[in-house]
């Protein structure tokens, strides 16, 4: 299924990392954040995932979720007419550079499937990382958001159907309104069919 990889961090990099990002986001995105990594450990233990990568990459998902629009635009521009008309969905690559100009470096395996987690979880998971996947999982089904539980059930014992239930669910919500789909979100729902 997905490589199962090591990440240790000690209690004081931990604290440091949850103190930065408490700082960042208002509370209630913290409280979001907390579900997230809970829910995305216990998706990723389910599944043979690495709980505490997952843990770790839920906990940063959102770390630039708060910022201005100017400061989105500023660590990830545009890629396409989707990023410059709604900055917001820049908020997962923002965060990926945010992460790595405080030197979160991704030098190793692990890092490197952080950071790729908390830069697609708003457009999608890269196929092969079971990490991205069960953050991507967590975000849109975290109980306190009151939707996508049938998602979240599944995860626990199917990941793969989960994610292309949680993909085709949100690339059909969006064509059925009439909204254009970023790019990355298509790619992953085509690496999914």
């Not at 979001?32 to 389910?46: G, N, Q, S, T, Y």
């Not at 998971?125 to 939707?147: K, L, M, Q, T």
Request: charged share 20%; net charge negative; proline share 6%.
């Amino acid at each position: 299924m997905y490589a199962q990889s090591t990440f240790a961090a000690t209690p004081g990099q931990f604290q440091g990392w949850l103190s930065r990002v408490q700082l960042m986001v208002k509370p209630r995105r913290f409280e979001h954040v907390m579900r997230v990594a809970e829910l995305a450990r216990e998706i990723a233990r389910a599944n043979g995932i690495d709980p505490q990568l997952a843990y770790w990459a839920g906990l940063l998902h959102d770390v630039a979720r708060d910022l201005p629009d100017s400061e989105l635009l500023r660590l990830a521009p545009p890629e396409c007419a989707i990023d410059a008309a709604h900055p917001l969905a820049l908020h997962g690559r923002a965060g990926r550079t945010l992460l790595e100009h405080w030197g979160f470096s991704g030098h190793t395996q692990s890092e490197r499937t952080i950071l790729e987690a908390v830069e697609d979880h708003t457009t999608g998971p890269r196929p092969g990382n079971g990490v991205s996947a069960c953050v991507y999982i967590a975000d849109v089904s975290e109980p306190g958001r009151g939707v996508n539980a049938d998602i979240r059930e599944l995860a626990l014992h199917d990941l793969p159907t989960a994610l292309r239930q949680a993909i085709v669910s949100k690339v059909t919500y969006l064509q059925g309104r009439g909204i254009e789909v970023h790019p990355r979100t298509l790619g992953a729902y085509h690496s999914l069919l």
